[in-house]
T-cell receptor, first 110, second 117 residues
């Protein structure tokens, strides 16, 4: 079992719809959680960071963290074709070691 | 705003050669991370440095070594290169610990694409 697991995708949604991305992690001691977006051949760029249980909203993006259930999710509202990318969930388990999930490919159809 | 700088951006080496990748973190960031990303794979954590000391180690081969210098830049040294070392190598930087002990966000550099022939 991977330490960080994501829906393998690809996930396809129409333009304007809500995209829902999920991530589970195995280390209960994990402290810091991040969502990154990565376009092919480019470096990961930060979408959201979340540290506490609950929701965190930033524009069209909402991250949700539930430490008891060991999952993190990302909702993208009003999805745009430019949101088409691979979304990576990253978890820091203590110290600076960072584990990434395999990523979910999102396609937003115009 | 200044970003993470990596050099070179592209590197081609032969098997068994050595390579050195450089990373210049965002000014005032004290933590550097190295990742390896193969085609179609997620970034694999290699190693991190906090305040010029090695902090955590991931799946870094013994053939690789790294260090962080007094000016906070970091170098990843790779020896006895193998075909399987061909990948994108990302460096990221952050403030090590802020605000109640939470590790701050990592910002990634553009990567170095290493090709081993």
């Amino acid at each position: 079992q991977k330490e960080v697991e994501q829906n393998s995708g690809p996930l396809s949604v129409p333009e304007g719809a809500i995209a829902s991305l999920n991530c589970t992690y195995s280390d209960r001691g994990s402290q810091s959680f991040f969502w990154y977006r990565q376009y092919s051949g480019k470096s990961p760029e930060l979408i959201m960071s979340i540290y506490s249980n609950g929701d965190k909203e930033d524009g069209r993006f909402t991250a949700q963290l539930n430490k008891a259930s060991q999952y993190v999710s990302l909702l993208i509202r009003d999805s745009q074709p430019s949101d088409s990318a691979t979304y990576l969930c990253a978890v820091m388990t203590g110290g600076f070691k960072t584990i990434f999930g395999a990523g979910t490919r999102l396609f937003v159809k115009a | 705003a200044a970003g993470v700088i990596q050099s070179p951006r592209h590197l081609i080496k032969e098997k068994r050669e050595t390579a050195t990748l450089k990373c210049y973190p965002i000014p005032r960031h004290d933590t550097v991370y190295w990742y390896q990303q193969g085609p179609g794979q997620d970034p694999q954590f290699l190693i991190s440095f906090y305040e010029k000391m090695q902090s955590d180690k991931g799946s870094i081969p013994d053939r690789f070594s790294a260090q962080q210098f007094s000016d906070y830049h970091s170098e990843l040294n790779m020896s006895s290169l193998e075909l399987g070392d061909s990948a994108l190598y990302f460096c990221a930087s952050s403030y090590g610990v802020r605000f109640g002990g939470k590790t701050d966000t990592q910002y990634f550099g553009p990567g170095t694409r290493l090709t081993v022939l």
